[in-house]
């Protein structure tokens, strides 16, 4: 072998060793590449599974509030339908009362709204044509000691029950339906009371 050959074989060997080590640190790098590459997507992925998790977390308590919130509604409904229907039927009770107990009510509702004055008590056309004869009369005599007189008057008013005390401009409604209105309140809380307790 000639000294050439063996400076190009010489060459050869130490190119190959090279190549060798540079082709062992190139996979030792890509080994390390994709190692990192593994972790860093096993974490990215557990972040993904957590956050997936917390969101379907929120989400299943917001439907729970809201099914809880949805039942709540739907009672408070009902409750507020069962009161509505029991004070209907009580105002309707008021305004089918027997006769002598109806007409005992109006002068009770008189004595505790008249005004010490001339005062005109207008009833509806259906309460008029079945009024006592002496009920002008018992009402002012119930309310003399307030010094109060009243005059029923012949002409209905537009009302189904109770009665309007007119002092001049000034109208005092004591229909069923009025009294029933301003006291809605606390009679529903009797109501519930009652019901509910």
């Known amino acids: 072998m000639t000294g050439l050959e063996k400076i190009i074989e010489k060459i050869m060997d130490e190119s190959n060793a090279n190549c060798e080590s540079i082709i062992k640190k190139a996979n030792a790098d890509a080994e390390a590449i994709l190692d990192e590459a593994e972790k860093q997507g096993k974490a990215e992925a557990e972040k993904i599974i957590s956050a997936a998790e917390k969101e379907a977390d929120n989400v299943a308590k917001k439907a729970a509030s809201g099914a809880q919130l949805q039942r709540a509604n739907a009672l408070l409904a009902t409750k507020i339908e069962i009161i509505n229907s029991t004070l209907a039927k009580a105002l309707q009770s008021f305004k089918e009362m027997p006769e002598k107990d109806y007409f005992d009510a109006l002068v009770k509702l008189a004595v505790e709204n008249v005004q010490s004055k001339d005062g005109v008590m207008m009833l509806s056309a259906d309460d008029l044509k079945r009024m006592p004869a002496d009920f002008e009369a018992t009402v ?27 002092y001049g401009d000034v109208e005092i409604n004591c229909t069923f339906d009025s009294l029933l209105e301003s006291y809605r309140d606390e009679l529903k809380d009797k109501v519930c009371e009652i019901i509910f307790a």
């Open 140 to 166: 002012n005599n119930a309310v003399s000691s307030k010094g109060a007189k009243v005059t029923v008057s012949d002409k209905p008013a537009a009302i189904e029950s109770g009665f309007i005390l007119a």
